[in-house]
């Protein structure tokens, strides 16, 4: 049987109303955010087969959104770098247009190809979401599920395509947006991966 997984963005952060990209950076949560986490941990708490295991990114704002759900399930949250955000280079704590007006053939490289035009200095996509997809699957392999996994958005959204079968380069018009603390729900069977629900919102 396939191990459910139930993966997250972290709440929402200082940077969101900028839409600055936080990849390594480490940014807050908002007072939003911090209402988000504990949206999601009610949410998670009262639904039928709640999750039996937490994993979450090692980064600030995915461990403490994951915290609220842990208290409210009796879970230890275990931290995995490889579920860390992508870097993104040039373009890290900056907007867009920031970067097109210091570098604006980046932005059109970025916009045209996301994967293969991916700002200069960046981890490169595919490798990030091999190191994801790869944990994902370990997890799916250890855990008899649910399983709630708390990472970031452009992370998820590249791991989504691999494990799906849907072009990389595809990743930011398949899935626009990994809405904060909504719930993304697959199934992985050894290689087999099956999407069972998307962005399903929680209150907050």
Do not use: K
């Amino acid at each position: 049987m396939p191990t459910r997984l139930l993966l997250v963005r972290h709440g929402e952060t200082e940077w969101h109303a900028e839409n600055r990209y936080a990849g390594s950076s480490e940014v807050g949560l908002t007072e939003r955010g911090l209402r988000q986490a504990h949206e999601l941990a009610a949410v998670l708490e009262t639904m039928p087969g709640p999750p039996a295991a937490l994993y979450c990114s090692p980064q600030e704002r995915a461990r403490i959104t994951a915290e609220p759900s842990a208290r409210a399930l009796g879970l230890t949250p275990t931290v995995l770098p490889d579920l860390r955000e992508v870097h993104f280079g040039i373009a890290e704590g900056r907007t867009l247009d920031e970067v097109r007006g210091t570098d604006p053939d980046a932005v059109r490289r970025f916009l045209a190809d996301p994967v293969a035009g991916a700002f200069p200095g960046a981890e490169p996509p595919a490798a990030a979401a091999d190191r994801a997809a790869a944990a994902l699957r370990s997890i799916a392999g250890n855990e008899a599920g649910p399983v709630l996994v708390v990472a970031h958005n452009t992370l998820l959204r590249l791991t989504l395509c691999l494990l799906l079968g849907i072009p990389l380069h595809t990743y930011r018009t398949v899935f626009p947006r990994l809405e904060n603390c909504a719930l993304t729900e697959i199934g992985i069977d050894g290689e087999r991966t099956s999407l069972r629900r998307l962005n399903a919102p929680t209150p907050g």
